[in-house]
């Protein structure tokens, strides 16, 4: 009886002596994940929070749409211009401008073929007895407010209420083509000079 009882308070003793190594050692983790953590903010604390703000906002670009008639040339006054990123409704002037138009433009970190970034959105130009316009990938790249990318839209009377809309993608400017050009030649001759280890693979049935 004397053995159990021994025995029950060997086992008891281990386990506790177990159960109190186990919390030291979580402890001592938990300490040294603090101080990490004190360091690293520390670390952050010594950029000024002027500069951690310009690197997480964007770039600004100022676009201001000019509506025209695609027979006349002239330009259409009343027509109401969308934009696929902005929840507000333009509407031209006489001289068929709307305002200028501020946005922001997302900087994408990962591209390695446009030098220029810029933000590609939708426009949208709807004008009573005009067919419906849609203008798709239109860039909107980053310029000042008092040079504003200028867009011009030719919309295309309607024949009849029910005419179908009119759909255009916007092209590269010769500019951005060219320089799309030489990046991917650059890509394909550091491509063409990388010797690549060919693996033979041995197929048995």
């Known amino acids: 009886m004397l053995s159990k009882v021994s025995n029950r308070f060997l086992a008891i003793t281990i386990l506790a002596i177990f159960v ?28 000024p929070v002027s500069e951690q703000v310009s690197k997480t906002e964007g770039l600004k670009g100022y676009l201001q749409v000019m509506v025209v008639d695609s027979k006349t040339g002239l ?11 902005l929840d507000q409704l333009y509407t031209t002037g006489k001289d068929g401008k709307t305002q200028i138009i501020p946005m922001q433009i997302k900087v994408s970190e990962s591209s390695k073929i446009l030098s220029q970034p810029y933000e590609e959105v939708v426009i949208g130009v709807f004008k009573q007895g005009y067919a419906d316009y849609i203008l798709m990938g239109s860039k909107v790249r980053s310029t000042t407010q008092d040079k504003p990318q200028l867009k011009i839209i030719r919309i295309v009377k309607a024949s009849t209420p029910t005419t179908a809309p009119v759909f255009a993608m916007e092209k590269y ?5 060219k320089e799309v050009m030489n990046k991917m030649k650059e890509k394909l001759n550091f491509l063409a000079n990388t010797s690549q280890e060919v693996e033979e693979i041995e197929i048995t049935e």
């Open 20 to 47: 109190i190594a186990l919390v030291g050692i979580i402890s001592n983790k938990s300490l040294e994940n603090s101080k990490l953590t004190s360091t690293e903010v520390q670390k952050n604390s010594s950029v």
């Open 75 to 85: 330009p259409v006054e009343g027509a109401n211009v969308v934009f696929s990123n």
């Open 173 to 177: 400017s010769a500019d951005v083509a």
